[in-house]
């Protein structure tokens, strides 16, 4: 990956656990398992068909996305497009599972509506996303408040990628029960490891930050 480019399909990683957007996306580990492996089965059965048009709407599927502004690129699974002045367009995700309380999947959907209000020129209110196990087709409002949320997301992708360091475990330990990379993330041997703390705070504590904190204390500076 570009160190400078995300793809939107990260965003999901860091949306639910920061820790695991960087054991995959800087540490490069990956680990499939029976979800993600039907995850990636169902999208390549979508992202195969072509482009179709029925009544008044255009069906695009496996539509390249691009955004200078955030930064991202990625592939759509189905772009819909309804006719009329203007055009309008819903971004449509698909997903192997349920609907889930929790917004990451609407955040990658709201990342491309802001990529096709970019490379469009248009605005983007609505998008959907397509829950496999279900059935189900669940609308998503573009709203301030998922913008929001979404550029917060984009932002602290990009911050941890430029970083390079992969930080401690989330702290929701239901995530960790439902993650991908339990086993290669050791989440719990991570907690009762203090020596991983210890090495922060001797080499990457700053000397000003040191004087800082002393100050804060009450000691006097040096
Ligand atoms: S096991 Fe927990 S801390 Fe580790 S990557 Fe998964 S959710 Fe994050």
């Not at 995700?93 to 609407?106: A, C, H, N, S």
């Amino acid at each position: 990956m570009d160190e400078n480019i995300l793809s939107i399909s990260t965003l999901q990683h860091y949306a639910y656990c920061p820790r695991q957007f960087a054991l995959i996306h800087i540490e490069q580990v990956w680990e499939e398992n029976r979800f993600t492996a039907e995850g990636r089965v169902l999208h390549e059965r979508v992202d195969s068909g072509v482009a179709e048009q029925r009544r008044g709407t255009r069906y695009e599927r496996d539509v390249l996305l691009c955004s200078k502004q955030y930064r991202l690129t990625g592939k759509m699974d189905l772009l819909e497009i309804e006719q009329g002045d203007p055009l309008k367009y819903f971004p449509v995700e698909y997903k192997r599972g349920k609907p889930k309380v929790e917004g990451w999947d609407r955040i990658q959907v709201c990342a491309q509506a802001l990529c096709i209000e970019e490379m469009r020129q248009t605005q983007v209110d609505t998008g959907a996303i397509w829950y496999w196990e279900v059935c189900k087709r669940e609308p998503v409002i573009i709203d301030d408040a998922l913008r929001k949320t979404t550029v917060e997301a984009i932002d602290g992708a990009h911050t941890l990628l430029e970083s390079g360091k992969t930080p401690p475990p989330t702290e929701n330990r239901k995530r960790c029960r439902a993650c991908s990379l339990l086993d290669l993330c050791g989440p719990n041997t991570f907690r009762r490891d203090r020596s991983a703390r210890y090495i922060d705070d001797e080499l990457f504590t700053s000397p000003l930050q040191s004087t800082e904190n002393d100050n804060e204390n009450g000691h006097d500076a040096v």
